[in-house]
């Protein structure tokens, strides 16, 4: 439980860069704030400040795909076995060029939609707070990668998905769930399969595993 008390609190810092986009744009229609960061992003990472856009800007950022219950997508961390060096971020930036139309800073674009990525902890203590998971996993997590989605329809749970399952094997990394796959499955053949273990909370994924989540119909990142 200390894991994920610890989780949600939420340490406002630096607007994400993609919302100085639109500093200062005047807008037309309606102009009904959406957020698309709040203190319930996931209840984990990316630690960000509220920021309001209106309909017309969330349609833009989402590939024309607003709607009302969009609020903010699902998020995700890749543990790594060893601090990320310069040439494993090298790697990492090479592959989100590749599947991506567009890159500003760590915010990149896929099939349209928005996403970005943070290396290291959000917190100093993140790190820390996955030090017993290493009986479980054989190894003790030392960095960690953040990802996330700034909208939260189908495409941009399974584009997420996607871009996780290819940086978790790029640098031979466990996905951190965010929460248990127990609450959106109850297949027996994802729940008992020896590449997922649960710690405070959580559950800790292979990219194997992952790789079959992906393609199972009860498929979804954690919002």
Same mark, same amino acid.
């Given at each position: 439980m200390q894991v994920l008390e610890s989780k949600k609190r939420i340490a406002f810092s630096s607007l994400f860069s993609l919302a100085g986009l639109y500093a200062g744009q005047s807008t037309i229609g309606h102009? %009904?704030?959406?957020f698309l960061a709040s203190a319930e992003l996931n209840e984990r990472r990316h630690n960000r400040a509220l920021y309001a856009l209106d309909s017309q800007q969330v349609d833009r950022l989402c590939g024309g795909r607003y709607e009302k219950r969009t609020m903010a997508g699902p998020t995700v961390g890749i543990l790594l076995k060893e601090k990320l060096?310069?040439?494993a971020k090298r790697e990492i930036l090479a592959f989100i060029q590749s599947v991506s139309s567009e890159i500003r800073g760590n915010d990149f674009? %896929?099939?349209g939609?928005?996403?970005g990525y943070e290396f290291g902890p959000d917190y100093p203590e993140e790190i820390e707070e996955y030090a017993g998971v290493s009986n479980l996993l054989g190894w003790l997590p030392k960095d960690i990668i953040g990802l996330y989605a700034m909208c939260n329809g189908d495409r941009d749970h399974q584009s997420l998905g996607e871009v996780t399952l290819g940086l978790a094997e790029i640098v031979n990394g466990s996905i951190a769930f965010c929460h248990v796959l127990s609450r959106y499955t109850s297949d027996p053949e994802i729940l008992e399969h020896p590449g997922v273990v649960e710690y405070e909370h959580e559950s800790i994924i292979s990219p194997e595993l992952f790789e079959q989540w992906l393609k199972h119909p009860d498929f979804r990142m954690v919002k």
């Open positions: 102009t %009904v704030p959406v060096g310069d040439d674009w %896929v099939y939609s928005s996403f």
